[in-house]
């Protein structure tokens, strides 16, 4: 069994709530195009953080990002806007975890808030030599845990069917097994 830095053993289940966790960032020049807008591939390096954020806190582990799905770019973010990055482990598995991440801009001036991103991660939990250790179960507690725990499943069986369907398709084309 895997044993946390304090060796408590640490595979206990634990809440959503104990994963929770927010990240804030003001978006630079730097982060932009030349018309002032927030690069994608800038907020998904971000939304990669949240995520790992969040599993680092109920793994208790290293983690890996795996898989990003159904990433979803809904209004454009500019230079000066104040990003807001939420994100939970919706439900761990042997030694995977599924995260939801959602971003929003804030008006600070006004205190206003707008949903511009949604996405959800698989991460993997390793040891320092990067082998897979198991995870602690996520107890959903609320009506709205509970249902993104049970989406998290089928959203898993999803990438698996099409993680097989690939690696089916590149066996035929090659002719050879290769693991991924």
Request: net charge positive; hydrophobic share 35%.
């Amino acid at each position: 069994m895997y044993q946390s830095k304090d060796g408590a053993g640490d595979l206990l289940p634990r809440p959503v709530r104990d994963s929770q966790s927010e990240m804030v960032e003001v978006v630079l020049p730097n982060d932009a195009n030349p018309l002032g807008n927030l690069l994608g591939g800038r907020l998904m390096h971000l939304i990669d953080v949240a995520g790992a954020l969040a599993c680092h806190r109920h793994s208790r582990s290293y983690v890996v990002t795996a898989s990003t799905d159904h990433l979803d770019f809904l209004a454009p973010v500019h230079v000066g806007d104040l990003l807001i990055l939420r994100s939970s482990v919706n439900r761990a598995f042997n030694t995977s975890m599924e995260v939801g991440v959602k971003v929003w801009v804030e008006n600070y001036i006004a205190g206003t808030r707008r949903h511009v991103s949604s996405a959800y991660l698989t991460f993997v939990a390793v040891d320092r030599h990067g082998r897979h250790i198991p995870v602690p179960p996520v107890v959903p507690e609320t009506a709205d845990e509970k249902r993104r725990y049970e989406d998290a499943g089928r959203r898993r069986e999803l990438r698996r069917a099409e993680l097989d369907r690939k690696k089916q398709s590149k066996t035929v084309a090659t002719g050879e097994t290769q693991r991924i």
